[in-house]
């Protein structure tokens, strides 16, 4: 359920969509996040907390081999045992557009990760006779940094239902399903669709294809970038696949155009 594992550490830093609460600690390296608004870096010696139900992307900044982080996932049984074991009473709603939630780094923090050695079995796993009271002991810790975080750790709703058009122009570059992206706007897929052609006049799957792609043209005819370095940032699971679909669009593969504005200097 909770263990600090490798598989785990795949799963936040390389997918997209953030399904539960993630407390993240950099013990060596940065890493960068952007989602879909801000950009927000998490050096050697900071933490936070990466909210459920929201899209990021990332980048290391340093190599990948000298990046260490330490993570915990708490999911919403565990969160809700924690809550009834403890008596803690349903806090308000913290209404934050905030992906991420830094915390002021403290000795206490330090001192339990430092905490956490005795107890490792591998990279980034715990011993598990220890592993649910390290979860406890790091939840206490936060709400006492933060008492505001019951306000988001314990609330158990469903995304609300929000500005479609307004999500989908700040988040089209996200590769996640469109079943994903009606959750995260809180509306079925029927109701996520329907609302959409209202707004758009097109079906979701058409228009990210074209959205993308509208922007891939902007960057390499305008910016001047290579079509490998943008193909991925845009939501394109390949090169090829994105060439294709350029092509298709405008006639010409993104490397056609990327060379013909290096040849006319424009």
Known sequence: MKAIAQEIQTKILKEEYIPDHVFLYVVRGAIQFFDGNNRHTF??????????????????????????????CFDEAFLQQFQQKHA????????????????????????????LQPYHKGIMQLDEAFEDLKYE????????????????????????????????????????????????TGRSLSAFKRDFKMIFNDTPGH???????????????????????????????SLSHFSYAFKKQFGQTPTALANRKRKTGN
């Open 207 to 237: 228009w990210l294809v074209k959205k993308r792609l509208q922007e891939a043209y902007i960057l390499i005819d305008v910016n001047n970038k290579k079509p490998s370095e943008i193909y991925l940032d845009l939501g394109f699971e």
């Open 137 to 184: 002991e790091l939840l206490t810790i936060l709400l006492r940094l933060q008492p505001e975080l019951a306000g988001i750790l314990f609330n158990y709703n469903p995304p609300a239902k929000i500005n479609i058009e307004a999500f989908m122009n700040r988040n089209y570059t996200f590769r996640v399903s469109v079943e994903r992206f009606a959750h995260l």
């Open 88 to 115: 803690i009473p349903s806090a308000a709603i913290l209404h934050s557009e905030a992906t991420f939630i830094k915390i002021p780094k403290t000795e206490l923090l330090d001192d339990f990760i430092r905490s």
């Open 43 to 72: 050096q050697s010696g900071e933490c936070g907390i990466a909210r459920k139900n929201r899209l990021a992307k990332f980048i290391v900044t340093d190599s990948e081999e000298d990046f260490e982080p330490v993570l915990f």
